[in-house]
């Protein structure tokens, strides 16, 4: 039954050793998510969403409860799950290429020869539309130009599910804009399977199946999901005067503000 | 110290130079530009853009002038000061006397008369020999250990104590150990720098090893880096900051240390001679002895800090 699906969390529980003592974060979560779904996360800060991705991403381990991904538990990080940070994560002195083809290295390294691996790189930058910027130092380049590098170094390793931690969190609200509509493209091109923390409702209606929304910590759960049933591709503008759109927006907003409303 | 006062004097002159060029050849081509026919108003622009450079100019120049002169005012002040000492009180010898001394001890820096009669190159070059033997000796120990320590939480407990105890102590404190396990000056001498330059290296390791940012980290974990992919990748490129803070750091214990491990061991070295100059009282070597001990320390410095200034990434923006 399990095996239908590309991602199971089952019964998973997660707590925190901490100086005041036993802290719960999240439990009870149960998610099924299909090969080629994109599934957002999203809730009030303090909510253990990125929590959650951690487990996923195998940063950390669950208290309770099992995590599978592409049929196998997930027992610690690995590159079958590409994970986008949402301060970028690349390291300064190394170019953008060679941020890539560290990961490319590793997965691909002694299988395929050295001009494989060099094209698989560059192939990923080229995806993200940075082709032009190859060689250069993260010190140079614009705060979406760096996002994009780590979503090619995530991409490039052909994880079997993307795992975005609020990707675009720290960018100004027209690079964000312009990089979701990226993020559209760039999954209906490779078919991924995606898993990103959210807590900008419009990026979740936008770019999401399904939106998972979380309720308060501690002791957060799956409070409900909703089905977006927007037709693909998306596409900013219309969707604006779509009403459709409008109702699961309403949705998410209501589930945050009216049955979830956090105590400011 | 020394760099707060030397590096910004040596960056801004370097940047005026260009700049100067460069606006030199730049309003050439702006005034070749302007006899050709233009519309007043384009011209009026580029007057106003021309003036802008000139105050420009000015403004680099000004700011050389205020980093300069008050290090020559300093410096004037500074002389004058001996010079009234040397007045009132005539075991000082006065600033002129001093430099007569230098210009003719650096004139044939060179000389051997024998083991206790060297030139003033081959005792600085001695001492920096001792020095570049220890201190290397203490890179080669003190890296990979502070590079353990910074990675493994239990080594780091284990040696805390122990580097806490050790490292205060006074450097010729361990001459006596040196003196009895090699039973010889040099090599004990050279036992006190490692001893005492090694603390700043193995600590400032393994505080930077400390303090890679999880995020670094975590690209290693999520990729699976290998341990030695880690290293060369991000452990190594991350620290090497911190590793040459300590370098840095280093150098300067050790030129001070030196001096005195000399001053007790004898033989040939800036040391050795000054307190040789003390027994035949010749007071001007003296004193030419402590510039010269000043001025070495300083371009070892300098020269870690250039070395330094390479490997600086920029994280932010």
Redesign the interface.
Known sequence: MNHSFHLVVDNVEKRFDTKQGDFLAIRDINLRVNRGEFVALIGHSGCGKSTLLNLL???SLPSNGVLVCAGREVKG???D???V?Q?H?L????TCFDNVY??VE??FGGKEPKAKLKERTEDALKLVGLSHAIHK?P?EISGGMKQRVGIARALA?EPAVLLLDEPFGALDALTRAHLQDELLRIVAQTKSTVVMVTHDVDEAVLLSDRIVMMTNGPAATIGEILDVKLARPRDRLALAEDANYHHYRKAVVEFLYAKHKKAA | MSNAITLPLVASSNVTERENKRSAHEMFVETAKLTSEETSESRATREAELANKMRRRRERVSSLVHATVPALVGFALFVLAWQFLAQINNQIPSPAKVWAAAVKLFSDPFYSKGPNDQGIGWNILSSLKRVGMGFGLAALIGIPLGFMIGRFTFLNRMTAPIIAILRPVSPLAWLPIGLLVFKAANPAAIWVIFICSIWPMIINTSVGVQRIPQ??L??A?????SEW?IFT??LF??VLPYMLTGVKLSIGVAWLVIVAAEMLTGGVGIGFWLWDEWNNLVVEHIIVAIFVIGIVGLLLEQLLTRIAARFE?????
């Open positions: 991403a195998g940063l990080p690995g590159p799950r590409g994970v940070f301060n994560s390291l300064p002195w190394l560290l990961a590793r997965v130092h010190n390793i | 995020d670094y975590n690209v974990r999520v990729l699976n880096l992919k990748k991000i490129p991350a990434f920029n994280e932010k923006s």
